[in-house]
């Protein structure tokens, strides 16, 4: 057949692969991807496509149908931002929907899906917006691009979990990393683009997106086709699978098949836990801005003025503000998605999430006081720390479900936790935006209205404590039988990489996941790294207006 070497048992490792080459693979895929998180970039150039230097705007009588087939008039930014929900929305229901199909596939398939259908969504919206169709922007980037963000997500969880099986959190935190930093790459590539493509008939974003959709396809496939599953049987060399001295532990060696898993109580307590902390930091990112300027007003300035009483030039001035502090708050999201994870092989993942909750209580109702006191630096340094864990409970709840549920069909369970996800993804803006609003309406000063909602979102935290806590070892009856985990081995082609490897000889299984070319490696590594500390770099120079 044609696309026979995108077959799973195509991919298996033979000897003389080494398995640091699968996490940088992942992370060309969620670096491509992670660009959802910086789409904002494009609204303000978006919102004036048709008039280039200002918004034409719609007339009083056309309605919101009117608009979004209308060639004549500017999009609002309200309108655009619709593709934010879409994304993560359709990443949940696509992980979900699809995450089965990709333990059978494979990730070399599922990435390559996952990068036709990322980077076809972006020439789809670009054809948008040539057109003046949003419609079209929608169906591109938010539903099929939404449907390459859920594979690209998940494609490398479950290999990567099998890959290192001795750090389960360490390499699930390296390739989600990625995600979190995509918009470290993509914001300013896709700034440089628009201003080398704006004209005065064109704002360049069409273009932007062409250019952006190829360079994206060529790193994905790449990840893609870097992708390797090990063979049936491996292990790193020198590892010993822990020993279970009881039915408590918290780390399994048996599988549980997917199927069942909406009918297992600790999937629905993992859930709420991820649920929880994800509303609870995603509510912070979507206000870190305006929370900043508002409740510290000219005191970022050394001026004891409040917000409104800001000059035009004043507040120009705390913007920029502003924007270093947003970069440094995405900072430490990707940092904590690694550095939470990694120690996670040590604390455990539970003892890891009891440490997210008990830690990011104090430091939410901690909020309130610093903003009182003007502390500033204090201010800033707990909402670094809460977004870390927010970032890390991403990257650990990989290898949560995987200690849990066994690793056989982890990347198809994980995909369905993702709906956790698109739920926190509206309820946490919900929560902090409707209660934002209340306070303003009854006439609660700028520098205040942002309290109640800080403990609200620690009073989350308290219930996903609770969640955590009840968390107990999956019972027996929930686990595949050995005839069933056989079938299973064998829908997933597994049976077949088994048998290549023995008829190789089984010494050649220890010379699997070591050795290679070292120049190979560190190409890999380079070629996701480079991009990585660019954008690291430009942030930190933004950031840096914070600390003068």
Not at 95 to 124: S, T
Not at 222 to 228: E, K, L, Q, S, V
Not at 397 to 413: E, R, S, W
Request: charged content about 10%; proline content about 5%.
């Amino acid at each position: 057949m044609a696309f026979d070497f995108l077959k799973k048992e195509h991919t298996v490792a033979k000897p003389g692969f080494n398995r640091w080459l699968v996490p940088p693979a992942a992370l060309a895929i969620h670096l491509c991807i992670g660009m959802a998180y910086g789409f904002s970039v494009f609204w303000l150039p978006l919102s004036k496509a048709l008039g280039v230097t200002a918004p034409i705007a719609c007339g009083a009588d056309i309605g919101f149908f009117a608009q979004v087939f209308s060639s004549t008039c500017d999009w609002k930014i309200s309108m655009l931002g619709w593709m934010y929900t879409m994304f993560f929305v359709l990443l949940g229901i696509s992980a979900a929907l699809w995450g089965g199909w990709l333990e059978h596939a494979g990730p070399r398939k599922a990435g390559v899906v996952a990068a036709i259908c990322w980077c076809g969504g972006l020439l789809i919206s670009a054809l948008g917006v040539k057109t003046h169709q949003i419609w079209l922007m929608w169906l591109g980037s938010g539903v099929i691009g939404g449907v390459g963000l859920g594979l690209g997500y998940i494609s490398p969880v479950s290999t990567l979990i099998k890959w290192f099986p001795d750090r389960r959190g360490m390499a699930t935190g390296m390739a989600i990393m990625g995600f979190g930093g995509g918009a470290l790459v993509g914001t300013p590539l896709a700034d440089a683009l628009m201003k080398k493509f704006a004209s005065p008939t064109s704002v360049g974003v069409w273009e932007t997106f062409v250019v952006m959709a190829i360079i994206y396809f060529v790193f994905m496939m790449a990840g893609a086709f870097g992708y390797r599953v090990p063979p049936t049987g491996w292990k790193p060399a020198g590892w010993t699978p822990p020993v279970a001295k009881s039915s408590a532990t918290m780390i399994t060696q048996n599988h549980v098949h997917v199927s069942k898993v909406w009918g297992i109580p600790q999937f629905w307590l993992v859930w709420l836990v991820l649920c929880l902390n994800v509303s609870a930091g995603i509510g912070v990112i979507g206000i870190a801005s305006p929370m900043l300027q508002e409740v510290f007003g000219g005191k970022l300035l050394g001026l004891n003025i409040g917000f409104n009483d800001l000059s035009v030039e004043q507040k120009a001035a705390i913007a920029a503000l502003a924007a270093g502090f947003t970069g440094l708050i995405s900072l430490f999201n990707i940092g904590g998605r690694f550095a939470w994870a990694f120690c996670s092989d040590f604390f455990g993942r539970k003892m890891t999430y009891a440490i997210f909750f008990v830690l990011g209580f104090v430091l939410y109702v901690s909020l309130p006081w610093s903003a009182k006191a003007g502390n500033i630096p204090l201010f800033v340094g707990a909402v670094c720390i809460i977004l870390s864990m927010y970032g890390g409970g991403f990257a650990t709840v990989p290898a949560y479900l995987a200690d849990l549920f066994g690793t056989q069909m982890v990347g198809a369970i994980h995909g369905r936790l993702l709906t956790a996800w698109a739920t926190a993804g509206i309820l946490g803006p919900v929560v902090v935006n409707y209660m934002r609003e209340y306070q303003l309406s009854l006439g609660m000063p700028k520098s205040q209205v942002y309290n109640t909602t800080m403990y609200i979102l620690a009073g989350m935290l308290v219930l996903g404590l609770i969640c955590n806590l009840l968390i107990r070892p999956v019972a027996a009856k929930h686990f595949m039988t050995p005839e069933e985990l056989a079938r299973e081995k064998q829908l997933a082609h597994e049976k077949s990489a088994a048998d290549a490897v023995a008829s190789a000889g089984s010494g050649d299984l220890a010379q699997i996941g070591t050795g290679g070319n070292p120049l190979m490696i560190g190409l890999a590594w380079a070629a996701v790294g480079i991009p990585l500390i660019w954008g690291i770099t430009l942030v930190l120079q933004k950031s840096a207006v914070l600390f003068r």
